[in-house]
Structure formats: C-alpha cells, structure tokens
C-alpha cells in the first residue's frame, strides 16, 4: 500500500544551537551546567563552523525544510548589548539554508539563556518578558525576508518541570509557585512576540509555538482516569488553550505514552524501548494529533525520534510513525510538515553526550559525520513524497 502526502508537505530535520553548535560561551548551560556529566557541552558537533557542511548532508538526504534556533546568549551576550558578528553568523546560516532551497524554522528560545538574564532569575522574573520581546523583536526584524516559520519557544512546559519542580536543568529549583510563574510569564512572553511579528510581517510569516505533547494512558480505575485526564489538560492543553488565538500554527513535539496509575507512573507494557528507556510507542502520535484538530490549526510535527545507537529501530519507528501520522491526516488533522529529531548526534541535556538521535553520527573525537542506513530509508520517503507499507 502506497500512502501519499500533500503536495508541498515538508520533510526536515532538527536541532537546537546548544546542543550542536559548540562555543555557546555565553549561555548559562554552559556556564553553570547542572552538575558533571551534563555539561558543557563545550564544542559539541562543532555545526558552528560546519553548518555548511551538514547543509549539504542535509539536502543530499533529500529534505527540504530544516529547524534550528538561534542562541539568545551568542547575539546578545551582555543585557542590552547585541554582538553584529554573531547576528551576520546566523543570517549566513539561513542564506546557506536559502541557497539549497530549503526552508527555515527558526526558534527563538530553546532552553538556554543568557548568563545574565540566568542570574536575574530567567523566566521567573517578570522582566523577562520585555527582554524576551525585544529580543525577538531584534531577530524578527534582521532575518525576516529569510525565516519562513518562527517558532517563539521550545516545550514551555517541559522548561518550567524540569528547571523548577524536578531540578534536572537550571536553575534546578523545587518550587511550584516558580513553576507556575514561569510556565504563565512563557505564556505572556510568547503573545507579545506573536503580536509583534504581525507588526513586521503581517500575513506573509508564520508564527508559532512547538509544544512536547505525551500521550497519557490511564492503567486500569477511575482514579487513574481521573490522572491522565488532568495530565492531559495541564500538560497539553493549557499553554495552547491560552494562545490559541495568538498562534498561526502549533509545532508538536512527539516522543512518548506516559501511562498513569494514582499517584505514581505506570509500568509500559511494551518491550520496544529507546535507548533512554523510553517506550517506542508510534501510534501515540495519531491520539494527539486528533486531540489538536480542536484549535483548527496547521500542525508541523517538530520534534519526533528516538536514541538508537545501533540504528536498530529507527527505520521501523520513523515509518510507523508515519503511517499514523498520515492516518490521523485522513480522518481531518491539517499536518504539513514532519521534522525527525534530530539531524545529527547531539548534547541531550541532562543526559549528556550518550543517547544518540541523529540520522548523522557524529564522532566526537574526530567530530567526524556518518550517515546511518536508516537516514537512506527516510530520505527515500522524502524524496518521493509517500510511505511504502505492507497491507
């Protein structure tokens, strides 16, 4: 059975600048890391000075679209203060992207900030929110006849839980009432950049937010049904209930199905697991996409991909994946665009350099890039606009 895609649908990529490019001297992930072993990721993949490089793995792979992000810390490393050099760095990145004729979606924020506004108190401070504008209002205003889809902020509530209520990532506190500042001083910050890019692009750009959804599955009683559904609308909802109306279109993040059990977290019952432990569920994508056909708006599926250091499982979930993707597609979801996370071995994190998510590996001795066989099966699916499956 052939499953064909629209017309004019994107297939990419992803990556984020901390994670990939190397240097990012300036951002409190490297400067104040969570503890050994998570950081710095001091020279990474080294895509600083090799974008062009991955640019050409990238197209020879057949995508056309690729996400990336621009760190907040490189352009402006001191408040107030934005580095010339660095702005010139990233308009040759999207011209390099221009060149290949592929398209661009920027992130603004994705994770990192700047030591300075770190020591502030990042987003639990008020004040972020005008620094954040104006921020935004700087990039919006150099690279808007080059970005084709702005994305304002990367997993606000995975930002917000992991800094402030489980202390994995900076500023590692254990505080709900930050917890929820933060997740409603995101909220506020990504209304006003959207109305601001309406002000330097009007119609022409699109403007959204990318959201890590998990697909929450009660075990077995009642108050476990009761579990997942509030999950479900704190965790999914919430953020995109309150910009709904301040959104051209909604990035969605897919990785897992959390199953719930009262006050505690269920056991999976599936033996397919990532590397990381995380169970390889692909039909979770299809309940979440139907689950945002409410806000009527364009879907982009921005992050999606597993740790797989043997590339044993990639070709089969990425395809899998798919095939619920272009089921929920049938059945009205309004999906353009797929990004496999990610295009390359990158810094995950709390975790480090272990998990390994790339189409490209990366030999971070060498820095060295190789392409594993699964990045073949894909780029085929991109390059022909359809997935071949077994009836």
């Not at 950049?193 to 002000?199: E, F, N, Q, R």
């Not at 199953?259 to 994508?285: A, C, K, T």
């Not at 250091?309 to 994946?321: G, M, S």
Request: hydrophobic letters at 40%; a neutral charge.
């Amino acid at each position: 059975m052939i499953l064909k895609f629209p017309d004019n649908f994107l297939w990419g990529s992803a990556t984020s600048a901390y994670q990939v490019e190397g240097g990012n001297r300036f951002s409190d992930w490297e400067i104040t890391p969570p503890e050994a072993g998570q950081g710095p990721a001091g020279i990474a993949c080294d895509h600083y000075n090799r974008f062009e490089q991955d640019f050409d793995l990238l197209k020879g792979l057949n995508q056309n679209a690729y996400r990336f992000s621009i760190e907040w810390a490189r352009v402006e490393p001191r408040e107030g203060e934005f580095d010339q050099n660095e702005i010139e760095h990233y308009r040759k990145v999207l011209t390099a992207l221009k060149q290949r004729g592929i398209k661009a979606m920027v992130t603004l924020h994705h994770f990192t900030l700047p030591q300075w506004l770190a020591e502030m108190g990042g987003f639990a401070n008020e004040k972020s929110i005008q620094y954040f504008t104006r921020y935004a209002s700087k990039m919006f205003g150099e690279y808007k006849d080059l970005v084709d889809f702005w994305a304002t902020i990367n997993e606000p509530m995975v930002l917000a839980w992991a800094g402030y209520l489980r202390k994995l990532w900076p500023p590692q506190k254990k505080n709900i009432f930050l917890y929820l500042r933060v997740v409603n001083n995101l909220i506020k910050a990504h209304k006003r950049a959207y109305k601001l890019l309406k002000t330097f692009g009007k119609d022409r750009t699109l403007v959204g937010i990318v959201k890590n959804n998990s697909c929450f599955e009660p075990c077995q009683n009642s108050l476990d049904k009761v579990s997942a559904a509030f999950l479900n609308w704190w965790q999914n909802r919430y953020f995109l209930d309150k910009i709904k109306n301040n959104t051209d279109f909604i990035g969605l993040n897919f990785y897992m199905r959390i199953r719930i059990r009262f006050l505690s977290q269920g056991e999976n019952d599936s033996d397919q697991v990532s590397d990381m432990g995380w169970e390889l569920y692909p039909q979770g994508i299809y309940c979440l996409l139907k689950d945002l056909k409410r806000y009527n708006k364009p879907i982009y599926i921005t992050e999606n991909g597993l740790a797989d250091a043997e590339d044993k499982n990639r070709e089969w979930y990425i395809r899998e994946v798919l095939r619920n993707v272009h089921r929920a597609m049938q059945e009205g979801a309004d999906v353009r665009g797929y990004f496999y996370w990610s295009l390359m071995d990158n810094f995950e994190w709390a975790d480090g350099f272990g998990p390994r998510f790339g189409l490209i590996e990366i030999d971070y001795k060498t820095l060295e890039r190789k392409i594993r066989p699964s990045a073949y099966v894909y780029a085929e699916i991109c390059k022909s606009n359809q997935l071949t499956i077994d009836n």
